[in-house]
């Protein structure tokens, strides 16, 4: 782009722009510096009425008793979290993986028709089942149950099939003729050859997978309860005092730490996530 | 796509004469897809059928050996709802309005932002990055914050309402429930439209810019005619998710209401917040009435559909599809 001598009206143009952008940009982040800067008071002085903006002395205590306090269970429920989401997310990988490889690689008379279903299948709602599902899920004893999360893990998701067939379609045609060549059949050169080059798309696909099991609310309140309460079910009612009146600061500390981890990777693969969402939102 | 459509046909020809395929060589795909495709079955298709046979039943979810086929009675039923201004219709209606709202704001939201952001300025990733973050949040803790914003006693929106007006004391949360429920969902949908967006508007290629530059066009008309209808698809792609997504709003609104939620998915929300899924779920897992429920379900998914076909049907007047000869 060529260089434009800065007169006064571009100058004031150019001002104008920052401006429009930075104050929506405050707007957009200021509920979650609100969120942080909460979390660090005494609950006394997030009730203040006029409003206390900053918390005379922080109370990184707030943290601690979040962390801390058996009555929260917060570390086991983070636990929780944790593992139902990697039960769902390691299946759910290797399963669109494989799937994205046979639609980008593969011939076999159907094969259009398939993709046809794939894509049709984004399109169904999916609140559409839940009724027979429920029906179905307790019938075979998955109320209350990891195993589910596992099933629907191992049954891929058409949005990362699809990343991983278009990763996998950019893959030269040679590599298909040596390994056949050495002799080895597809399973040898998906698992072999191709997965092991596929690890970009495979930590973006896991993160999107991990981050739908651990911000997700509903599907664990409507299944799971008890010993196997996850952080997300935890948070959604406030953390009490002896007397059960909520305490929200301590709150907001809890979401803190559990939204942290999603923004931090986020901010660290940045340049992955935003070409898997313009990936499937725009090819999709 | 062409492209595409010739390598299937080849493969089809191919297939027929069974020239340089082996039967083995071929199942491998069926192999290699079967885990989805089985779990497509068991997890869509099979629920799918189970549904509709459901709504034609008086099925409780109890009375599995008693349950009766009673025709179209429940959906007569809602239908009727409909007609005579029952609670189906009011939640369906909410429901509605809530799309109507939401997803034009967000669309014109994003696209706005999305321009902005590619103008030529610095640390356009960076500020695309703070507009994405409030949907990576999960939604347990956007509700919270935005419970935490909204409050009577001790909102930030209030504290500054009181600045400009004094005594400003709004309930938003148990007056004005679906005005908060449409900023959340604003909030919280809009940075993934603006990467969607950013991405339609940088991929523009830069001939045609020259080319409309050269003949001395303005920036309104580089938008107007070289941009805009470049984005067209991404717009239509946006109406879509959106229509799905609001017309199926459950859980915001659940977690919203102020109540708590320790009643789980039984919570009712403020009627203002009466969305159709809610109707549903009360209807089906706290009436029990499982058969009903899925009438309200097929009925939703229904409405849905026409509006998607209408969409797309719509589309051939506005959207503009780009014939990219490199494109496979």
């Known amino acids: ?284 | 796509m062409s492209a595409d459509t010739q390598t299937i046909l080849q493969t089809k020809r191919k297939f027929l004469g069974l020239s340089g395929y082996g039967w083995l060589r071929v199942s491998w795909f069926y192999v290699f897809i079967a885990p989805w495709f089985l779990g497509f079955l068991a997890f869509t298709v099979i629920p799918m059928a189970v549904g509709v046979l459901m709504s034609f039943t008086n099925f409780t979810g109890t009375n599995f050996d008693t349950y009766k086929f009673i025709g179209l009675a429940n959906y007569s039923e809602a239908f009727g709802e409909f007609f005579t201004d029952g609670l189906a219709w009011y939640a369906l209606s909410r429901t509605f309005l809530f799309a109507i709202i939401t997803i034009p704001i967000n669309i014109v939201l994003s696209l706005l932002i999305a321009i902005l952001l590619t103008r030529n300025i610095r640390g356009k990733g960076f500020f695309r990055t703070l507009f994405y973050i409030p949907s990576i949040i999960p939604v347990v803790a956007s509700v919270w914050i935005w419970k935490a914003l909204m409050d009577n006693n001790y909102g930030v929106v209030n504290a500054v309402l009181n600045e400009i007006v004094p005594n400003t004391y709004i309930r938003w949360l148990t007056e004005y429930p679906f005005h908060v429920l449409v900023m959340w969902s604003v909030w919280a949908g809009v940075g993934g439209a603006v990467i969607i967006f950013m991405a339609g508007i940088q991929g523009v290629p830069a001939e045609l810019e020259d080319a409309a530059r050269i003949d001395g066009a303005n920036n309104f008309q580089m938008f107007r005619n070289i941009t805009a209808p470049l984005l067209t698809p991404v717009i239509f792609y946006q109406f879509i998710v959106g229509i799905i997504g609001s017309l199926q709003i459950l859980t915001q609104p659940l977690l919203l209401a102020p109540r708590a939620v320790q009643a789980g998915i039984a919570t009712l929300p403020p009627r203002e917040n009466y969305m159709f899924m809610i109707h549903i779920y009360q209807e089906s897992f706290v009436r029990q009435r499982y058969g009903y429920g899925s009438s309200l379900l097929w009925i939703l998914f229904f409405f849905i559909l026409i509006l998607t076909i209408v969409m797309t049907y719509t589309s051939k007047y506005w959207v503009y599809y780009e014939v990219n000869p490199e494109d496979k």
């Open chain 1, 1 to 284: 782009m060529n260089k434009k001598p800065l007169n006064p009206g571009r100058v004031f143009e150019r001002f104008s722009l920052y401006a429009v952008i930075i104050a929506l940009t405050v707007l957009f982040i200021l509920p979650i510096i609100w969120m942080l800067i909460s979390s660090v008071k005494a609950e006394t002085d997030f009730m203040r009425w006029p409003i206390l903006w900053f918390a005379p002395v922080p109370k990184w205590s707030n943290y601690v008793q979040v962390l801390t306090n058996p009555k929260y269970g917060f570390i086991k429920g983070m636990l929780n979290s944790t593992m139902l989401a990697l039960i769902f997310s390691i299946p759910n990988v290797i399963s669109s993986a494989i799937a994205g490889y046979a639609f980008a690689r593969m011939k076999a008379p159907g094969r259009n028709g398939f993709f046809i279903i794939l894509m049709a299948m984004m399109m169904i709602p999916a609140s559409v089942t839940v009724i027979p599902q429920f029906v179905l899920y307790s019938r075979l004893g998955l109320i209350n149950n990891y195993l589910l999360w596992f099933l629907w893990g191992l049954a891929g998701s058409p949005f990362q099939i699809l990343l991983f067939r278009q990763f996998f379609a950019s893959f030269p045609k040679e590599l298909e003729d040596a390994a056949s060549i050495d002799g080895a059949g597809p399973l040898r050169t998906f698992f072999q050859i191709f997965l092991p080059n596929a690890q970009p798309v495979m930590a973006v696909t896991f993160l999107f997978a991990f981050s739908w099991v651990w911000g997700d609310w509903f599907h664990q309140a409507f299944y799971l309860s008890g010993e196997k309460a996850t952080l997300a079910m935890k948070l959604a009612t406030a953390f009490t005092d002896p007397k059960g009146n909520p305490i929200i600061t301590l709150t907001l500390a809890g979401l803190v730490i559990y939204a942290l981890p999603l923004i931090t990777v986020y901010f660290l693969m940045q340049k992955q996530l935003v070409q898997g969402i313009v990936t499937t939102g725009l090819k999709g």
